[in-house]
Structures are given as structure tokens and as C-alpha cells.
């Protein structure tokens, strides 16, 4: 979104803040993908409510994660359920800007982006945050990313909108990708932007960031819907340093 991308990502950092104390969310089990019995430091990023590190915490008792979104709401919501389940004192949890993490460098095991990599609106954030991500990762540590995939009927009319955009040249629009998907909460509307992957373009991306490319295809998270924004490209990818 070429226009006031910073207005449209302080907006939907808003509305995740409003959204934080409703938002239930269940794990999602491609995180084991990554994640197994030999894994000790693992980095959440974009954790929302900490559903992914609770059940992470939950399965291997010797793990440590570092949870961190741009939300202070979620940020809090997420320390509040690990302190609940009496596991906050395996996790770090902060408010950060993935693409500027506040880490040393190599020292997780494996780093997840579920679901939060397309809420950055320039193609420049998204493949900073990912290099970002690789500059945290250790030699031969795994990273995971799901985004929303622009494949989806529910999309359609706002692909096409779009595309006539493009057409026509209109400015304010970097990629016929670009949504915004409007949240109703106490008779306002608020509005959060997505990047909608296509599987060439997520798959670009990370390689871009430095990653070698193990897996990757569709992932569907919840409920089947043709009106439910559930289908997700996924990669699992490396860092290799020879």
C-alpha cells in the first residue's frame, strides 16, 4: 500500500489493541513442523495472544520462547494467559517491530510468522521482517511462515477491485494484493490491512531474505469455509551458512 503505509499499519495495530480481550485463538499445529524435542529457544513473532507459545510450553517443558507483537494489548493479553497457566517464567515476552527485532544475532533454534507477516503493508517491511528473522536464526535453525493466500472466493471482489486500480493506474496501490478487512467493535468500524500471498511471490520472498527453502505449499487452518479467510501458503525454510 504505496500510501500512508505507516497510517494503515498504526490502524491496525489499533484495532488488534481493541481486538486483544475477545480475540480466542486456537494453536496451530504446523508450528511442529519446526519445533520437536531437540529444539531449546524458539521466537514467536507477531504471537497475538500467545496461543502458538502456550502450547508450545505445554508439549516440551525444556523450551523457552520469546513471544513479542507490535500490540502492547496483545503483548499484555498473551503475558496474562502464560502467568495464568503458570508458564511465564519460560517465556520473554515483549513489544516489538519485527522488522527491527531486538536480539542478538544466531540465537533461537527455529522462529515462526504465523499469520502476522501479511499485516505489514510494503513488500520492503515483509522482507525485512524475514531477514530480520534470519539474522536472529542459528546456522541450520528452521523458520516458519504462513500467510493469508490471495487464492480465496472470499477475496475475489477486492482482487478485482483492485486490479481495475492498476489498471488505471491508480497510486496509492503497490500490489493487487493489498486488502483491508474492516472490524466492527462497539457500532464502529475498524480496519486491518493484509498482504495477500500468492505461493511465487511468499516463496520469492523468503529466498530474498537468505533462506534455503525446505517445504512449502497450502494450510488450512480451522474450519473449512468458502467464505472463511482460512487457507494459508506456508513455508518451512533454513538458514544455511556453509
Excluded at 208 to 217: C, H, M
Aim: proline share 3%; net charge positive.
Amino acid at each position: 500500500m504505496g500510501v500512508n503505509a505507516e497510517g494503515i499499519l498504526d490502524e491496525t495495530i489499533r484495532t488488534y489493541g481493541l481486538l486483544s480481550k475477545r480475540y480466542t485463538r486456537k494453536p496451530w499445529p504446523i508450528i511442529y513442523k519446526v519445533i520437536d524435542e531437540n529444539v531449546r529457544t524458539v521466537c514467536d513473532i507477531g504471537c497475538g495472544v500467545g496461543q502458538n507459545t502456550i502450547d508450545i510450553c505445554v508439549r516440551y517443558k525444556h523450551v523457552r520462547v520469546c513471544c513479542l507483537d507490535l500490540s502492547w494489548e496483545m503483548a499484555e493479553m498473551a503475558y496474562r494467559r502464560l502467568k495464568k497457566r503458570r508458564l511465564s517464567h519460560r517465556v520473554l515476552v515483549i513489544q516489538a517491530d519485527m522488522r527491527a527485532l531486538p536480539f542478538r544475532d544466531n540465537v533461537f533454534d527455529s522462529i515462526l510468522y504465523i499469520a502476522s507477516l501479511h499485516n505489514l503493508p510494503t513488500k520492503k517491511g515483509r522482507v525485512n521482517a524475514l531477514k530480520e528473522g534470519y539474522k536472529v536464526l542459528r546456522n541450520k535453525g528452521k523458520m516458519l511462515v504462513t500467510c493469508w493466500a490471495r487464492e480465496q472466493l472470499l477475496f475475489f471482489p477486492k482482487i478485482l477491485i483492485n486490479l481495475f486500480k492498476k489498471i488505471l493506474g491508480f497510486k496509492g496501490l503497490e500490489s493487487i494484493g493489498d486488502v483491508i478487512i474492516t472490524t466492527k467493535i462497539r457500532d464502529r468500524e475498524y480496519r486491518r490491512f493484509y498482504h495477500l500471498y500468492t505461493r511465487k511471490e511468499l516463496h520469492n520472498d523468503v529466498v530474498n531474505a537468505g533462506f534455503t527453502v525446505l517445504e512449502e505449499g497450502i494450510y488450512i487452518h480451522g474450519r473449512p469455509g468458502v467464505l472463511k479467510p482460512n487457507k494459508n501458503h506456508y513455508i518451512v525454510a533454513e538458514k544455511s551458512i556453509q
